[in-house]
């Protein structure tokens, strides 16, 4: 590019580009710097200072708006964007640096250079575009150019608006037709910007029995002006959808046109489909498009160009009409708006403008096409020859139910249904959540759709060319969704499982809560939980934080969660997505005695402060009392220090040591003579093991908690039983084993804690030959 620069007669051009160039390049480099450099970064960037008084140099002040983009690690998403801008972006971003320059001309020679900047941009959009004989407005605000149509449409139907103003409407109120399926807030940005009420809208509904679910009604629309019209009102402007906001799909535009040329309307198309007139093959609807009275294109995202403006084209034969409604200016600030997108097209050229429209639809055919392969997959696409936007869902076959009314439940639909429709939601939104994070080229968004539910949408036109999505992203992205529907499908058929083994199990109660793309959500009722109270629970909540704590200790393929804090005031477990091999039955079981036991150990730990307490309390009554008895038996002369030491050389008292043991277990004192008799701490009473049901089934070496046994478990834990009876039958045959005479005796059967002193003792002075037979049999029972 130094080459081109250096025949450039103009200086400050050349210099221009090459600073341009300089500039990306800093910008682009994400690279770190020394550790100098760091330090100045922070100084400059993190912290305000005062404007220097000498100024700085170029290669500063890029560097700080390098840091100030790339600086934070939580924007890496922008920085990627830009990465992704490539040659012809630059040129765009030129357009903005050399009409500063332009407008440094003189008068003359900046008249001459804007009109042509202006007039060949809008030739060259008119016929790429199909849109004869129209005029432009270039406008940065997407919805800016309607405003300025619909004020050109009030100058052109009411003649006296300049004189009278507001008082012409008053008598006669325009009316604005917009579509149920228009982006959202157009109608109140027009009313804002035009000082219009809000009843100057009317919204037209999409069908509801024949067509698309997201085409205006024509007939219903013929109805709504024949009304206006009765009532005193004019019907001005009608917005229709050449590829609406959410699903892509397009209005029948032939029949709105004939419509609105029978009541004197002004027809306005704006949407994403108006990019493919730019194609050899365009289908009947959006060619139609080219009849209307003015459309707005967004050739910005569509040939992945940044900080270009927007374009409405428009056919109006009254220029000063026109320049009072704001279209045309004779501001040369104003024309240079169109000189990023006139240096943009040239360097793309037309074989380049339609290659990457072409190159989006195809991403989009591809897509639409691997996507009818994929089961439990709804594709809702009006045209799948020509649609550029591929929105689809997923969805779960109830037995005995319709596919297609599982997919898009209608608003009356029973409470059932509605239940399942949340439910299927909330998979579809995990599911976009998890493929934009796998595939994040792929620009797919998720939406929300008041018929079908949650969809997910691929709109290649608004991000290819920004993100440069590729047909292998495409096919990855597929391989992504095939990948996640056995998770999808098999959490679906586990959540009624989990419901009834939940209702089925005491001190376990299913909370309903379609919205969390799971399993299910659980909670545990203890002994003092209020079930028809819905404050706040503390003791609850210690119990399913630790309960939580457990489950995720046990490493298993599910993830467990406390749930968001707004679904419900009493603290839940929430069980996320699972696999096909899950065991739900043990699941449920392991929740359940899980958080039995916590509340037992939670209980004890409560109840052990009183205990505690009163032991401590009856231990010094009873040492207060032992010393009393003491003090009697020795006498009073023992006590004094003096003579109590000589009385105690010649004669000394055999007192027996008398102590106080606290069992935590019991909850009682005991003495400590067995302790000083037998010099053995005593093992007083066991308590009772905590019941642990069946959740300690063997499992396989390597086998995950929760994990289905596979079809050969049966063989291996029958195996593995014979070996172990095999294991028994040689131990018999061992000395010292359950046959021996030995093991019948009295007192090798007694329990460890109950034997006596006595033969404790003389079985520990046996020889070394006779321990085995006294000490194996006491092993093996």
């Known amino acids: 590019m130094d080459a081109p620069l250096e025949k450039i007669a103009d200086p400050t051009l ?30 400059s960037g993190d912290i305000p200072g005062p404007l220097q008084g000498s100024g700085q140099d170029m290669v500063s002040i890029l560097q700080l708006v390098q840091n100030l983009m790339h600086g934070d690690e939580d924007e890496e998403p922008q920085s990627t964007r830009i990465q992704h801008i490539g040659e012809q972006g630059h040129i765009a971003l030129l357009g903005h640096s050399l009409g500063a320059y332009i407008s440094t001309l003189d008068k003359e020679k900046l008249r001459k250079l804007t009109t042509r900047i202006l007039s060949d941009t809008t030739l060259w959009l008119c016929r790429i575009f199909r849109y004869e004989n129209g005029c432009a407005y270039f406008h940065e605000e997407e919805r800016e150019g309607l405003a ?41 940005y027009l009313c804002n910007q035009l000082g219009l009420p809000f009843p100057c809208l009317c919204r037209v509904p999409c069908n509801t029995m024949f067509g698309s679910q997201h085409q205006m009604d024509v007939a219903f629309l013929e109805k709504l002006i024949k009304d206006d019209i009765e009532r005193g009102r004019l019907p001005l402007l009608l917005v229709a959808n050449a590829g609406t906001a959410a699903v892509g799909h397009t209005d029948k535009i032939g029949r709105l046109k004939e419509l ?71 501001k040369p600030a104003d024309k240079l708006r169109a000189l990023p ?26 897509l639409q096409e691997n996507l009818k392969k994929v089961n439990h997959i709804k594709i809702l696409v009006e045209d799948e020859l020509t649609s550029p936007v591929v929105v689809f869902r997923f969805f779960q076959e109830l037995p005995g139910s319709d596919p297609g009314l599982k997919a898009a439940p209608v608003p009356s639909a029973p409470s059932a249904v509605g239940r399942e429709r949340h439910s299927c939601d909330a998979l579809n939104r995990w599911l976009g959540e998890e493929l934009k994070q796998l595939v994040p080229a792929s620009g797919l968004t998720v939406m929300d759709l008041e018929v079908e539910g949650m969809c997910l949408r691929f709109s290649p036109l608004m991000t290819a060319a920004v993100l440069g999505t590729r047909g292998e992203d495409v096919d990855q ?43 299910g959500v659980v909670r545990y009722e203890h002994a003092n939980d209020d079930k028809s109270s819905l404050k706040l629970d503390p003791e609850g909540e210690k119990i399913h934080a630790g309960l939580l704590k457990k489950l995720n200790e046990l490493e298993s393929d599910l993830t467990f969660k406390m749930g968001p804090e707004y679904r419900s005031v009493k603290s839940c477990v929430y069980i996320g997505m699972a696999s096909d091999d899950i065991d739900v039955s043990e699941l449920v079981e392991t929740i359940a005695v899980t958080a039995r036991e916590i509340e037992e150990n939670s209980r004890l730990l409560e109840n052990m402060t009183e205990v505690v307490r009163k032991g401590i309390q009856e231990a010094q009554v009873q040492l207060q009392k032992a010393n009393e008895e003491r003090l009697l038996e020795e006498g009073v002369l023992r006590q004094i220090p003096v003579v109590g030491s000589v ?14 043991t606290f069992n935590l277990t019991a909850g009682s004192l005991e003495s400590t003579e067995h302790t000083y008799v037998y010099k053995a701490q005593g093992t007083g009473v066991t308590p009772p093991q905590t019941p642990s049901g069946t959740r300690t089934k063997q499992r396989l070496p390597g086998q995950k908690p929760f994990k289905r046994s596979l079809r050969g478990s049966d063989a291996v834990s029958e195996t593995s039983s014979v070996s172990h009876i095999e294991d028994l039958e040689k131990a018999e045959h061992l000395p010292g084993g359950p046959d021996a005479p030995e093991a019948d005796s009295p007192e090798q059967l007694a329990p460890a804690g109950a034997e006596q002193p006595a033969a404790a003792q003389s079985r520990a002075q046996r020889p070394d030959d006779d321990k085995p037979q006294v000490e194996e049999p006491l092993s093996l029972r």
Request: a neutral charge; proline letters at 5%; charged letters at 20%.
């Open 14 to 43: 050349a210099e221009m580009g090459k600073n341009l160039k300089e500039a990306m390049r800093m910008l682009e480099d994400s690279q770190r710097r020394t550790e100098e450099e760091n330090g100045k970064k922070l100084i």
């Open 148 to 188: 300025k149509i619909c004020r050109l449409a009030i100058h052109s139907r009411y003649e006296d608006f300049v004189v009278d103003g507001f008082n012409v409407l008053h008598n006669k109120k325009p009316v604005i037709y917009l579509s149920a399926a228009a982006r959202p807030g157009l109608g109140q």
């Open 260 to 330: 609105c040329e029978q009541y004197g309307i002004w027809l306005h198309v704006e949407g994403v489909n108006l990019a493919t007139l730019a194609l050899g093959y365009v289908s009947s609807s959006v060619l139609a498009a080219t009849k209307c009275d003015s459309m707005t294109l967004t050739p910005g995202p569509w040939l992945g160009l940044p900080a270009v403006p927007a374009v409405t084209l428009y056919k109006h034969d009254d220029p000063a009409l026109t320049l009072v409604a704001g279209l045309t200016s004779n």
């Open 341 to 366: 997108l006139w240096l943009s097209l040239q360097y793309l050229g037309l074989d380049g403008i339609v290659e990457r429209i072409k190159h989006a639809c195809q991403l989009s055919q591809r």
């Open 477 to 519: 992205l597929v391989a992504c969704i095939q990948s996640k529907l056995p998770v999808l499908t098999c959490t679906c058929q586990l959540r009624e499982e989990f419901k009834q083994e939940v209702m089925a199990t005491a001190g376990l109660l299913y909370v309903d809560d379609p919205n969390w793309p799971g399993i």
């Open 647 to 660: 009385l105690n050389w010649f004669s000394p008292v055999q007192a027996s040591q008398k102590g106080r």
